[in-house]
């Protein structure tokens, strides 16, 4: 084994590890980051569609995302970096009362947790998305602190921003094993060789429950395949994410906003969850979004879609992630189970992480912490997961 050593080694370059790895590397702590894959962001972080909300049900969630989108508002004025941040808002829309009830029900925890969310009418509703099937519009909810970012460009950023802070990363080497000695973490192997570390991260995303597995510990993270695509670039014509929540054959929810650079960028959450890791696109998810989509908008009946894609949601069973220590094995913490928000959490994830490791929690941190505990019984659902 290799004599190298490292404060913390950080399983996964994706959306959590690599924002983990700046934040913990500004604070004089330098990570080590391990992926089998051959650059950054090549697991779930490039097939995200670049949603980033704090419109969540959870304290937890939405503490973390408030924090994600104070870094992603602000990382080009700070670092320089253009990572397409565009402040559109989301907007739930509701055309039945059942979808309309359930949102309205939502606002008051979204509110008293600090979310500037709130209900708009249909006419309020008609102004913001012009575009929208006006058709039983009930109105919907409207968080205009909300955004969207490139995933990759912002992956980019964060790996420049932790090279340059000295972090090291180590591609298409993968993890293989866990050293422990007497219930503490001492090392780990790698198909490559090892490092000596007393602190890992698991932040193996889809892939997470097997690292878990590796230490010793179990995490129920399960990854199931979500397709998403693009259309060609149009004038703008869209302002926020819009999300529709009513469930149609052989999907639930879908959402889709206009990127900066002008296409729709749209994905699907498919009924039943297609369980596992492939992660090739098929032919029969475009025309079951395209057809939800054009009753949703007319106009988009209009646009070329130029490429799908295929990606993974590395689930829980309640739709919310695990993060902490673990009680078995000292040194060992969870960062995973991001479910379909994993881009969005990434940057507050990471600074909550680098708060535990240099024992600064505030107390919002520790009722975060409480509510995403890997001891929970993963019995309720976060209803907007
Ligand atoms: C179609 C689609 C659309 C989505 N849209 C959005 C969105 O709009 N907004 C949003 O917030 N989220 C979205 N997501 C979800 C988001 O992509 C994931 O939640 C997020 O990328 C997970 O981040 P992560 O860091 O946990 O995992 P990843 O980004 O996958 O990173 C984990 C890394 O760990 C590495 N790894 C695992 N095990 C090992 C090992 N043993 N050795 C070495 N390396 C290892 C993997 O190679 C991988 O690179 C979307 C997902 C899909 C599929």
């Given at each position: 084994?290799s004599?190298?050593t490292?404060?913390?080694?950080?399983?996964?370059?994706?959306?959590?590890?690599?924002?983990?790895?700046?934040?913990?590397?500004?604070?004089?702590i330098?990570?080590?980051?391990i992926?089998?894959f051959?650059s950054?962001?090549?697991?779930?972080?490039?097939a995200?569609?670049?949603?980033?909300?704090?419109t969540?049900?959870?304290?937890?969630?939405i503490?973390?995302?408030?924090?994600?989108?104070?870094?992603f508002?602000?990382?080009?004025?700070?670092?320089?970096?253009n990572i397409?941040w565009?402040?559109?808002?989301y907007?739930?829309v509701?055309y039945?009362e059942?979808?309309?009830?359930?949102l309205?029900?939502?606002?008051k925890?979204?509110?008293?947790?600090?979310?500037?969310?709130?209900?708009?009418?249909?006419?309020?509703?008609?102004?913001?998305?012009?575009a929208?099937?006006?058709?039983?519009l009930?109105?919907?909810?409207?968080?205009?602190?909300?955004?969207?970012?490139?995933?990759?460009?912002?992956?980019h950023?964060?790996?420049r921003?932790?090279?340059?802070?000295?972090?090291r990363f180590?591609?298409?080497?993968r993890?293989?094993?866990?050293?422990?000695?007497?219930?503490?973490?001492?090392?780990?192997?790698?198909?490559?060789?090892?490092y000596?570390?007393?602190?890992?991260i698991?932040?193996?995303?889809a892939w997470?429950?097997?690292?878990?597995?590796?230490a010793?510990?179990?995490?129920?993270v399960?990854p199931d395949s979500?397709?998403a695509g693009?259309?060609?670039?149009?004038?703008?014509?869209?302002?926020?994410?819009?999300?529709?929540i009513?469930?149609?054959?052989?999907?639930?929810n879908?959402?889709?906003?206009?990127?900066k650079?002008?296409?729709?960028?749209?994905?699907?959450?498919?009924d039943?969850?297609?369980?596992?890791?492939?992660?090739?696109?098929?032919?029969?998810?475009l025309?079951?979004?395209?057809?939800?989509?054009?009753g949703?908008?007319?106009?988009?009946?209009?646009?070329?879609?130029?490429?799908?894609?295929?990606g993974?949601?590395?689930m829980?069973?309640?739709?919310?992630?695990?993060?902490?220590?673990?009680?078995?094995l000292?040194?060992?913490?969870?960062?995973?189970?991001?479910?379909?928000?994993?881009?969005?959490?990434?940057?507050?994830?990471?600074?909550?992480?680098?708060r535990?490791?240099?024992?600064?929690e505030?107390?919002?941190?520790?009722?975060?912490?409480?509510?995403?505990?890997p001891?929970?019984?993963?019995?309720?659902?976060?209803?907007?997961?």
């Amino acid at each position: 084994m290799s004599t190298d050593t490292f404060d913390v080694v950080i399983v996964g370059a994706g959306s959590v590890g690599m924002p983990t790895a700046c934040f913990l590397a500004e604070q004089g702590i330098k990570p080590l980051v391990i992926d089998q894959f051959a650059s950054p962001g090549q697991g779930s972080n490039k097939a995200a569609i670049g949603g980033i909300r704090a419109t969540h049900s959870s304290f937890a969630k939405i503490q973390l995302c408030l924090d994600s989108l104070r870094v992603f508002s602000t990382w080009e004025a700070s670092y320089g970096d253009n990572i397409e941040w565009a402040q559109g808002g989301y907007a739930f829309v509701a055309y039945r009362e059942q979808e309309a009830r359930a949102l309205k029900n939502l606002l008051k925890i979204q509110q008293s947790a600090g979310l500037n969310i709130r209900w708009l009418e249909r006419a309020e509703m008609l102004d913001l998305v012009p575009a929208l099937n006006p058709d039983g519009l009930l109105g919907g909810t409207y968080s205009h602190e909300d955004g969207s970012a490139s995933p990759m460009m912002s992956g980019h950023a964060f790996y420049r921003r932790a090279l340059e802070l000295g972090v090291r990363f180590r591609f298409q080497e993968r993890v293989t094993g866990l050293i422990r000695r007497r219930g503490m973490v001492v090392g780990v192997r790698t198909d490559k060789g090892g490092y000596a570390t007393e602190t890992v991260i698991n932040a193996g995303g889809a892939w997470a429950r097997a690292v878990a597995n590796m230490a010793g510990l179990d995490v129920p993270v399960v990854p199931d395949s979500h397709e998403a695509g693009i259309t060609e670039p149009v004038a703008p014509f869209l302002s926020p994410m819009v999300v529709d929540i009513r469930p149609d054959e052989g999907s639930t929810n879908y959402y889709f906003y206009q990127h900066k650079p002008g296409g729709v960028v749209f994905c699907i959450t498919p009924d039943p969850p297609i369980v596992g890791t492939d992660r090739r696109e098929t032919s029969a998810y475009l025309p079951m979004i395209a057809r939800r989509m054009v009753g949703l908008m007319p106009r988009l009946a209009n646009i070329k879609v130029r490429r799908t894609w295929r990606g993974l949601y590395p689930m829980t069973p309640d739709g919310s992630p695990v993060i902490g220590r673990s009680k078995e094995l000292e040194g060992y913490i969870h960062a995973v189970g991001m479910c379909g928000q994993g881009f969005m959490l990434g940057p507050g994830v990471g600074r909550l992480l680098t708060r535990m490791l240099t024992d600064r929690e505030t107390d919002a941190d520790a009722v975060t912490l409480k509510e995403l505990t890997p001891y929970r019984a993963f019995a309720g659902t976060e209803a907007l997961k």
